[in-house]
């Protein structure tokens, strides 16, 4: 069956440049999440999207931006990248909010 | 405001042992899910199981079971005849009615089992 589908899997970048995550839902989930998990942490959520629209929204810092495209993919856009911003993103989705289905995961490195 | 608690950081077993992971959660909402997630070293979150408020009913799912009660906030999990394959971190989490289906999560428990 197909699942969350994130890119890219590992990413490095220095402090000050911008990234850019990718999450594919599942085919007909209407709502795709974000979270972040620092190391040793449990995940955070940062923002979710329903039908395209912003649903609702989390410890999302003001540098950080998302969307979600007609395909239903998603993108996590995150500008002014700090060392703190360090940790695994996921992606989830689901259909009519029921369980959440996670991708495997970005692992940001900010150098 | 809602919280999930996880109070055994780290629990470690030798296989074969069954051991339970404890998990307390609090919400105004009368109506939630409570779930369990389990996150291998290679760190995807995998689904394990979702339960409604409303089904106090436990769960049996081969070696794994779920005990729900609703009267102590409590959702534990028990692996029965551990395997060195469960090692993992294993987080409870909670999404009310009232919180657009965003998950809270505990702060997870590392499972380590030897041989």
């Not at chain 1, 329903?50 to 856009?77: C, T, V, W």
């Not at chain 1, 500008?79 to 970005?106: I, N, R």
């Not at chain 2, 070696?63 to 971190?89: C, E, G, L, P």
């Amino acid at each position: 069956a197909a699942g969350v589908i994130q890119s890219p899997r590992h990413l490095i970048k220095e402090k000050r440049e911008t990234a850019t995550l990718k999450c594919y839902p599942i085919p007909r989930h209407d709502t795709v999440y974000w979270y972040q998990q620092g190391p040793g942490q449990d995940p955070q959520f940062l923002i979710s999207f329903y039908e395209k629209m912003q649903s609702d929204k989390g410890s999302i810092p003001d540098r950080f931006s998302a969307q979600q495209f007609s395909d239903y993919h998603s993108e996590l856009n995150m500008s002014s990248l700090e060392l703190g911003d360090s940790a695994l993103y996921f992606c989830a989705s689901s259909l009519g909010g029921e369980k959440l289905f996670f991708g495997s995961g970005t692992q940001l490195s900010v150098l | 405001a809602q919280k999930v608690t996880q109070a055994q950081t780290e629990i470690s077993v030798v296989e074969k042992e069954d051991v339970t992971l404890d998990c307390v959660y609090e919400t105004r909402d009368t109506t939630y899910y409570l779930f369990w997630y389990k996150q291998p070293p290679s760190g995807e979150l995998v689904f394990l199981i979702r339960r409604n408020s409303f089904d106090e009913q436990n769960e049996i799912s081969g070696r794994y079971s779920w005990n729900f009660q609703k009267s102590t906030s409590s959702f534990n999990f028990t692996i029965t005849a551990s395997q060195v394959v469960d090692s993992a971190v294993y987080f409870c989490a909670l999404v009310d009615t009232g919180t657009a289906s965003k998950l809270t999560f505990g702060t997870g428990t590392r499972l380590q089992v030897t041989l």
